[in-house]
């Protein structure tokens, strides 16, 4: 069973202003409707005025993915009905819209580069927040707050070509990471990317799930509902064209309801918005190296590995963090940032900038001198993060060698504990002398738990077999 | 030629509450109205190239939003420094 | 430097929705001149309903543009004037507050939709008055109570503020008693605001003096075809015969757009009404929703009581010309004959200076005479090709037919109020 996935990708910039007022974009530390003016409250009488910058922003992506940007583009009136839209209908575009075609390559399911080819990219401006209110005293209700209500977003769709779960989201990463990189999106502001998603066994209808507003989701939701549509096609069930909802916190996605008349959206162009002339504007666009240029760079000025590469310049953030600490070992510092630290970061929910430059870069020498171990220097950098996270500053390497005395011991200094541990280890011993593969490793394990990790592997396993030759 | 099914069907979409007195006399209405707009399917072409002025912006420098006071002073029986609808869900 | 106004005059023709209290003006060429408001037209701190229940109660935290340029010219903000629903009528019967009388017969009405304001200059009440024309609403009104009414060309006057019935043709247009005071209102209000993104920025309005001699008019055949009343075009004949003695020059022509035009014209302003109206769903402003019921309940329910029978009619009809199917023959079609009428207008204006003609087809309608929807749609056949291709147009008094007022349009090309004022003023005053 094949399966088709599109998807729908919206994004917030991070322009200054709102895109047709000039209402402030930075709510989020702030109270209910407290960025809210006539525009995007669709006061009776008030009118849009488009955002420069917001365009510009778009064009930008535009030019990053390589789309047609036509002569004329316009913008026109989605109309519905719904309490967060405060005008009841969406300015966004229809058949004019800003850019068309264009594409983004990422690492295929086998592992070959794979283009994968837009459709379009338009503007468009973000609803209000509805909360939903249970039952009370004053029975359910919605509250409202508009402080998002015209928020500029662009919305970039793809064709049906990502084949699978994992694909959609090499791809997104790939795409934030452009749009991270072209600096008109902030990632950090939470909602700023949200997606939907078409997705179809072929041979059978497509459903759209909405509402995955997390780009971490998409994997969760799109797995969900591959699933769910497989099941029904082995139980002989129809797989009805629908739109369903993403439940984030249940992972699941549920039926909306099925009121197929609201799909009329009766778009019409904008009266109150001149045309778009703006194609010749996409020249003057300067932009930035972007992932794909990095990551070629990384290969060839520091000679980094093409996996390495990839996921170094994954995200702008660790791209460049990992060039202020490069220095002249990249042979340690992009294993160590990419396999070692990304993890730690992962693990801690912990963002890239939070990491203190110059003790990681110590670290690094410390590893690279061949002072400490590499099991130390894990020790010591979930030491220094840690340190980070409850607030407090955090301890040279070199205080915390000392402090607990991890500096790498000779290896003759061990050989009375490896001579205890094969001693303890019979079965093991002899396992290793039939030939068992994992048994070596077994009495590594063992010594190295003995010593603390002071002890470098290698010349742990040269103990032991000079030992047992004995 | 609208039947009464086609304005309840147009009314039930937009929300509009039209009772059934009403949907009889609305339909003779439109009926009577859009034989009329029916000149129109004697016009060439349609929507064209649109007119009218291009590539009007504004700069993305912040003004003063209104206060929140402002924003709820009219609407109903606002909580918290939200406004309240009706739910949907 | 606020000085205080003083209003205590009885309105026996229901001109006002709302009186303000506390009248106050400043320095400036209007200083201390009264004026009335449509109250389609945001003021700050004062209700404003825009003839409709359904914003009862609605107090604009902001002034429209033309109110803050009224009140930097020191204008005496006298109230709000009554108008027909949204704007849409040619009566002003549709209004939720009741139908003003037209104080030159009170059993007949003043027109619409600025039906308020015609009267409340008329009457007296005010000396000036700010109408809005979507389709013939300054035009109409000023035609059937005797006074000047000016449509300026669109994007002449700033929209911000206004209440939009439909977007993309209508303009706020001053009224008054005579040309001068209705030139010196359009020049206070004319000008670019850059939050109307249909603004345009032009230099300010010259002023005017009579002006005819050597201008060429064209007279279209279809401004006294079929529907215009023989007296009435009789009148505006002998106005036309009028200027030709002051030394215009009249050239017959023909438009032969004019017979798509009222269609087109409504096509297009009901559908953008269906949008623009959306938005009335008690939540933010105007009447309280139900909040025990469900989300489309509560907004049916609102809008079959807050909205009158014209306003649902032309959100239904306007729907209906935008949905799936029906879009390529109603609303596409609207705007290929729009094109057609400016087309047209483009052609004219290449030969002549002026188009002249009736501004209504008849004199005012008895109250209550208001017949089936289409007949009243027609009334607005000889105004809304000026909506319809963003060129101002005049309503000058011209005599009389029937013992009531009758007047005479002059529309000019674009941005050209000053010339159609002068002509305006030219006939008014007899000299050239
Ligand atoms: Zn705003």
Request: proline residues 6%; contains cysteine; charged residues 25%.
């Amino acid at each position: 069973m094949t399966v088709i996935i599109g998807l729908e990708i919206h994004c917030q910039l991070n322009t200054a202003t709102k895109l047709f007022c000039g209402c402030s974009t930075d709510y989020r530390d702030d109270g209910p409707n407290t960025h809210v003016c006539p525009v995007c409250l669709g006061l009776p009488g008030s009118l849009p005025v488009t955002n420069r910058q917001a365009v510009i922003y778009a064009l930008k992506v535009a030019k990053a993915l390589h789309c047609e940007v036509p002569e004329v583009s316009e913008f026109a009136r989605k109309n519905y009905f719904y309490p967060d839209l405060a005008k009841a209908y969406q300015i966004t575009q229809y058949d004019k819209p800003l850019a068309l075609g264009g594409y983004v390559d990422i690492e295929g399911e086998d592992g070959r580069e794979k283009r994968v080819e837009l459709t379009r990219i338009h503007m468009e401006e973000d609803p209000g927040r509805l909360v939903h209110m249970g039952s009370g005293d004053r029975g359910r209700y919605t509250l409202v707050d508009y402080n998002r209500s015209g928020i500029p977003l662009i919305e970039i769709v793809t064709e049906p070509q990502l084949s699978s779960p994992k694909e959609a989201r090499r791809f997104l990463n790939k795409l934030r990471a452009t749009l991270e990189y072209l600096g008109i999106y902030d990632s950090e502001r939470e909602g700023s990317l949200r997606v939907d998603a078409n997705i179809s066994i072929k041979g059978y209808e497509r459903v759209e799930v909405k509402n995955i507003t997390s780009y971490k989701g998409v994997e969760k939701a799109l797995t969900f509902e591959i699933t769910r549509q497989k099941g029904m096609i082995r139980r002989n069930a129809q797989i009805v064209r629908e739109t369903r909802h993403y439940q984030e916190a249940r992972g699941v996605t549920t039926s909306a309801r099925s009121k197929e008349l609201e799909h009329d959206y009766r778009y019409f162009p904008e009266p109150d918005l001149a045309l778009m002339r703006v194609s010749s504007w996409v020249d003057e666009i300067a932009l930035p190296e972007l992932p794909d240029a990095r990551r070629d760079r990384f290969m060839k000025q520091y000679g980094v590995s093409l996996n390495h590469a990839r996921t170094l310049t994954g995200d702008l953030g660790l791209a460049e963090f990992f060039e202020e600490i490069v220095g002249d070992s990249p042979e340690i510092a992009a294993p160590w940032t990419a396999d070692i630290l990304l993890g730690e970061l992962n693990y801690r929910d912990m963002p890239v900038s939070k990491v203190p430059v110059q003790e990681y870069r110590e670290l690094l020498d410390e590893a690279g001198s061949g002072r400490i171990t590499d099991t130390s220097a894990v020790e010591i950098l979930r030491l220094i993060l840690n340190q980070v996270m409850e607030g407090s500053d955090p301890e040279k390497p070199g205080a915390i060698i000392s402090r607990l005395g991890l500096a790498k011991e000779s290896g003759e200094s061990f050989r009375e504990i490896v001579a205890t541990v094969l001693a303890d280890n019979d079965a093991a011993v002899s396992d290793h002398r039939a030939g068992k593969n994992g048994a070596i490793n077994f009495l590594v394990g063992q010594v190295m738990k003995a010593t603390r990790g002071k002890a470098d592997p290698k010349e742990i396993r040269e103990i032991i077999d000079d030992l047992l030759k004995e | 030629m609208v039947s009464e099914e086609d304005v309840a069907h147009i009314a039930a979409i937009t929300d509009v509450g039209v009772d059934a007195s009403e949907l009889k006399l609305f339909t003779g209405q439109f009926n009577a109205i859009l034989e009329y707009f029916d000149i129109l399917d004697s016009v060439e072409g349609g929507n064209g190239e649109p007119v009218g002025p291009t590539n009007i912006f504004r700069e993305d420098v912040v003004v003063q939003s209104l206060s929140q006071e402002d924003v709820l002073r009219n609407s109903t029986d606002p909580e918290d420094g939200f406004i309240r609808a009706p739910r949907v869900i | 430097m606020e000085k205080t106004f003083t209003f205590d005059r009885p309105d026996p023709c229901n001109a006002f929705i709302k009186i303000c209290e506390n009248i106050t003006y400043g320095e400036g060429p209007l200083s201390g001149i009264s004026v009335g408001i449509k109250d389609n037209i945001s003021t700050s701190g004062i209700e404003t309903t825009c003839g409709s229940h359904i914003l009862q109660g609605y107090i604009p935290p902001y002034n429209a543009h033309v109110v803050t340029l009224l009140r930097s010219a020191g204008a005496a903000i006298v109230g709000k004037t009554n108008m027909d629903e949204f704007g849409m009528g040619t009566t002003t019967e549709t209004s939720s507050f009741g139908p003003t009388k037209n104080p030159v017969d009170p059993t007949r009405a003043p027109g619409g939709s600025s039906g308020g304001s015609a009267a409340a200059v008329r009457s007296g009440l005010v000396r000036l008055a700010l109408g809005t024309d979507t389709g013939g609403s300054v035009r109409c009104p000023a035609s059937f109570c005797g006074i000047v009414g000016l449509k300026p060309t669109y994007g002449r006057v700033s929209r911000y503020g206004l209440i939009a019935y439909a977007n993309s043709m209508e303009q706020i247009g001053p009224m008054a008693a005579n040309v001068r005071d209705c030139a010196l209102l359009y020049s206070v209000i004319a000008g670019y605001d850059p939050r109307d993104g249909t603004s345009v920025d032009k230099p300010a309005p010259a002023p005017v003096s009579p002006v005819i001699a050597g201008k060429k008019i064209g007279v279209p055949a279809e401004y006294f075809g079929e529907g215009v009343d023989p007296a009435v075009a009789e009148t505006v004949t002998e106005a036309i015969e009028k200027l030709a003695d002051l030394g215009a020059e009249i050239v017959p022509c023909t438009m032969p757009s004019m017979k798509y035009a009222l269609a087109a014209y409504y096509v297009t302003s009901m559908s953008e009404a269906s949008s623009n109206l959306g938005r009335y769903d008690g939540v933010r402003y105007g009447m309280a929703p139900e909040m025990v019921q469900p989300w489309h309940e509560a907004f049916s329910a609102i809008r079959r009581s807050g909205f009158g029978e014209e306003v649902r009619r032309r959100i239904l009809l306007g729907s209906f010309a935008l949905s799936a199917g029906y879009q390529g023959k109603y609303y596409a079609k609207a705007q290929a004959a729009r094109q057609m009428v400016r087309d047209d207008f483009a052609r004219l204006f290449a030969e002549v200076d002026i188009i002249a003609g009736p501004t209504m087809p008849t004199v005012a309608f008895r109250l209550g005479e208001a017949a089936d929807p289409l007949s009243m749609y027609l009334a607005d056949i000889l105004t809304v090709p000026a909506n319809l291709a963003g060129i101002p147009a005049i309503s000058v008094p011209c005599g009389e037919a029937h013992d009531l007022p009758v007047g005479l349009q002059l529309m000019g090309r674009h941005f050209a109020e000053d010339e159609i004022l002068s002509a305006a003023l030219a006939y008014e005053e007899g000299s050239a």
